[in-house]
C-alpha cells in the first residue's frame, strides 16, 4: 500500500493500543462475542474497505484457505515452508487466541501495535460510516498491513464458510479446501453437500485448487465448480498418502508417498494430533501446485515443518502443557474434530481421563457429547466469551448422554478442580471450543 504511512510518533503510549481495541471488541459487531448477529450474508462492506484503503489485497500475491476442519493448522504449514525458503510470508487466521495481533503476522511476528492503532484512527470516521464487522474490518486491515510491507506472499484462512467470506475478494494464485463437516450450519446449509458449495466458492477462474480430503457427498461438488471455473483440481489424498514412523515428544514423523515411491522419508513435523496427517498431506500438494516462480525445494519443506511452532507461532492444536498429570489442549470443536480427538486420547496411556469442556451457545453440542466417552470424569465450564455456554445448562446436556461431572463458574476453576482429582499418570483433557483453550495457554 505505497500511500499508507504509520504515524509512529502518535502511537508511544500503551493506552492508545488499549483504547484501540477496546473500540474494535465494543464497538463492532464481533461473531466470537454475539454469534449470528455479526455475520454478514454479502461482501459489500468488504468492497467497500478495500476500497477505502486502495485495494491493497491487489498488491501482493495469495494463498485462499476454507475448509471445516483443519485450515488454520494447514495454513501455517504452508506459511512455514514458504517461510523456509525465503519467502516474506503474510499470514492471516481467526480467531485469536489471547492477542488480537495473534491474526495477523509476517515471518511469525504479530502486527506492530503502532499500525493497529493508527490504521484504526485513520479511517475511524470511514469505519463508522461503513459500519463493518470486526471479522470485515479485521480482514482489510491484514491486506493494509501486508501491502504495505511488501511482503512476497500471504496465506489466507476465510473465517466461515468461503463464498460470503469476508477475505473471499482476493484473486489468489491457489485454492485450498480441507475438508467438509457439519459446522455453522445455519450459514451454511444443513448437508454436506451445501456446505461444500459456499467452501467452493474460494475457486475462481482458472486459479489451481488443492482439496485436503475426498468424501464421497461432497466430490462432485468440487469437480463440478471445478470444471465451471476452469480452475485445475487435485485431491491431496488421491495423490499423497502419508504413513506414521516415529514420534517424539516435539515432532511427529512421517513417510510420505506418491504411487507407492517414497516421496520424503522421516519428513519431521513440529506438530502433535490426531488429524495433522491430514493437514500435512493437503498443504504439501499445496506447495506442489503453486505457481513455478514459487521454488520450494525438499530442504525448505524439511526446514520449515521441523521448525513449525518457531516460524509461524502456531498454538492451540493438540498442545501439551505440563506433565504429571498429562495436561493437553486442543480446539477442536465440531462433530468431526471432537471424533479424531477422542480416538487420539484412547491411544494416550493413562489411568483416568478427566474432561475439562466448554462450547458456544449458538451451536447444540448434543452431537459433539454423544461422542465423549462415558468413563471419563467431567469439569464443564463456560468460556468467558457472552456466546459461552452455561456451565450448568452444558451439564444437563451432558447427563442426557451419560457424561458425568460438576459444573464450574470458569475454565480456570475447572482445570484446578480437575488437577485436583488427577493422578500423576491421569491425563486431563481440555478443549471443546477455541474460546476455552484460549484460557489455559
Not at 11 to 34: D, G, V
Request: hydrophobic content about 45%; some cysteine.
Amino acid at each position: 500500500m505505497p500511500n499508507f504511512r504509520p504515524h509512529f510518533p502518535l502511537m508511544k503510549s500503551r493506552s492508545n493500543y488499549k483504547e484501540t481495541l477496546a473500540w474494535l471488541f465494543h464497538q463492532l459487531p464481533m461473531f466470537q462475542r454475539i454469534g449470528p448477529k455479526a455475520f454478514k450474508n454479502n461482501l459489500d462492506n468488504s468492497w467497500k474497505l478495500a476500497e477505502l484503503t486502495d485495494y491493497p489485497e491487489r498488491k501482493f500475491p495469495s494463498i485462499h484457505i476454507a475448509g471445516t476442519n483443519g485450515k488454520g493448522s494447514t495454513s501455517h504449514f504452508i506459511a512455514a515452508m514458504l517461510q523456509a525458503a525465503g519467502y516474506k510470508t503474510g499470514l492471516y487466521t481467526s480467531p485469536h487466541y489471547k492477542d488480537y495481533r495473534e491474526r495477523i503476522k509476517i515471518n511469525g511476528v504479530w502486527i506492530d501495535k503502532d499500525f493497529v492503532v493508527d490504521f484504526v484512527q485513520r479511517y475511524r470516521a470511514d469505519f463508522e460510516a461503513i459500519q463493518p464487522s470486526y471479522f470485515e474490518l479485521s480482514v482489510a486491515m491484514a491486506f493494509a498491513y501486508f501491502a504495505h510491507e511488501k511482503i512476497d506472499l500471504a496465506v489466507i484462512e476465510t473465517g466461515l464458510g468461503g463464498r460470503l467470506d469476508s477475505t473471499n475478494i482476493i484473486s489468489p494464485v491457489l485454492s485450498v479446501i480441507t475438508n467438509i463437516s457439519y459446522d455453522h450450519q445455519a450459514f451454511l446449509g444443513e448437508t454436506l453437500p451445501e456446505i461444500a458449495g459456499e467452501k467452493a466458492g474460494i475457486i475462481k477462474k482458472g486459479i489451481p485448487v488443492v482439496i485436503g480430503k475426498t468424501q464421497a457427498e461432497t466430490q462432485a461438488v468440487f469437480t463440478d465448480k471445478a470444471r465451471q471455473m476452469e480452475a485445475p483440481i487435485s485431491f491431496a489424498d488421491q495423490i499423497l498418502r502419508a504413513e506414521k514412523v516415529a514420534e517424539t515428544p516435539q515432532h511427529a514423523i512421517f513417510d510420505i508417498y506418491q504411487n507407492d515411491q517414497r516421496l520424503f522419508a522421516q519428513l519431521s513435523i513440529n506438530a502433535k494430533g490426531p488429524y495433522q496427517a491430514e493437514n500435512l498431506l493437503t498443504s504439501l500438494q499445496a506447495i506442489r501446485a503453486l505457481p513455478p516462480r514459487f521454488s520450494i525445494a525438499e530442504q525448505h519443506i524439511r526446514e520449515g515443518l521441523e521448525n513449525l511452532v518457531a516460524l509461524t507461532k502456531l498454538q492451540g492444536r493438540w498442545q501439551v502443557l505440563q506433565s504429571e498429570p498429562m495436561v493437553l489442549c486442543d480446539s477442536a470443536h465440531n462433530e468431526a474434530g471432537i471424533a479424531h480427538v477422542v480416538a487420539a486420547l484412547q491411544q494416550i496411556p493413562h489411568r483416568r481421563l478427566h474432561f475439562v469442556i466448554g462450547v458456544v451457545n449458538d451451536k447444540k453440542p448434543d452431537k459433539v457429547l454423544q461422542l465423549l466417552p462415558k468413563a471419563a470424569r467431567y469439569y464443564f465450564a463456560k468460556a468467558n466469551i457472552p456466546r459461552g455456554m452455561d456451565a450448568s445448562e452444558l451439564m444437563a446436556t451432558a447427563q442426557v448422554y451419560r457424561l458425568k461431572g460438576r459444573a464450574y463458574a470458569s475454565v480456570r476453576n475447572a482445570l484446578h478442580a480437575a488437577k485436583r482429582q488427577a493422578a500423576p499418570d491421569d491425563l486431563i483433557f481440555i478443549g471443546g471450543s477455541i474460546f476455552v483453550v484460549a484460557e489455559v495457554l
